[in-house]
């Protein structure tokens, strides 16, 4: 399979402990993005990257969100001293160029939930 | 502040129906796409509409692209129970730098066979 691939697909937190999402953009994609959604709703914007920078990250939290697309490895979003409310599945999607009409290649998502 | 709205947000139909779902916005955008997701998957993309006033098929869809390209609908015709799922349309706004796509909050379709 040659799609966007996110691990874990459920991740189970403590408030106040870290979570770690990964996602491995489609081969030869440099673009990566990741979206937030609600229970019954869209794709909340969070970020976008390319190769080891930040283009866009209009969508992300001022704290304890970040998020990082190395020049080896998967792109990882990361959420510090994790709250209920984080609870949400994150999707990162992928694309070969900026993709100013083009399609995005959506992971299956990871589904974080906050005890 | 929604910058696409989706109407209606929740849809419950018999087999064999017709329905159209809307999408619409104050703002112009460069292209639109209309999103199918099933649970527990990713979003995949059905169509994308470029131009003011386009109109695409896709089998029993049918998607129009607003003249001023600020809304957009998917219309389909005679559904399944297959086509059951969460429906999103996403843009491109005009004055974007780049690379972000605007979601609406969807509409959930639920056809009963």
């Known amino acids: 399979n040659a799609g966007v691939m996110q691990n874990p697909r459920h991740l189970v937190r403590r408030r106040g402990q870290e979570a770690r999402l990964r996602c491995s953009p489609v081969?030869?994609?440099?673009?990566v993005y990741w979206y937030r959604q609600l229970p019954e709703e869209g794709l909340k914007f969070m970020v976008y990257?390319?190769?080891?920078?930040?283009?866009?990250e209009s969508g992300m939290p001022k704290e304890r969100f970040s998020a990082e697309f190395p020049k080896e490895g998967p792109s990882i979003l990361r959420i510090q001293q994790v709250v209920r409310g984080d609870s949400a599945a994150y999707f990162c999607?992928?694309?070969?160029?900026?993709?100013?009409?083009?399609?995005?290649?959506f992971g299956e998502g990871s589904r974080l939930t906050v005890l | 502040t929604q910058l696409l709205k989706q109407s209606p947000q929740f849809l419950s139909i018999q087999e064999g129906e017709n329905l159209t779902v809307y999408c619409n916005s104050s703002?112009?955008?460069?292209?639109l796409q209309w999103y199918r997701q099933e649970p527990g998957e990713g979003p995949v993309l059905l169509v994308t509409?470029?131009?003011?006033?386009e109109v695409k098929k896709l089998k029993r869809l049918t998607f129009q692209f607003g003249d001023a390209r600020k809304d957009s609908s998917l219309h389909i015709t005679a559904a399944q129970p297959g086509d059951t799922g969460l429906y999103l349309c996403?843009?491109?706004?005009?004055?974007?730098?780049?690379?972000?796509?605007?979601f609406g909050q969807g509409t959930e379709l639920s056809v009963k066979p």
């Open positions: 509409v470029v131009t003011g006033g």
């Open positions: 990257l390319q190769k080891e920078n930040i283009i866009d």
């Open positions: 703002s112009v955008f460069s292209s």
């Open positions: 081969k030869g994609h440099s673009h």
């Open positions: 999607a992928s694309s070969p160029i900026i993709p100013e009409t083009g399609e995005l290649f």
């Open positions: 996403a843009g491109y706004p005009s004055d974007n730098q780049g690379g972000k796509l605007i």
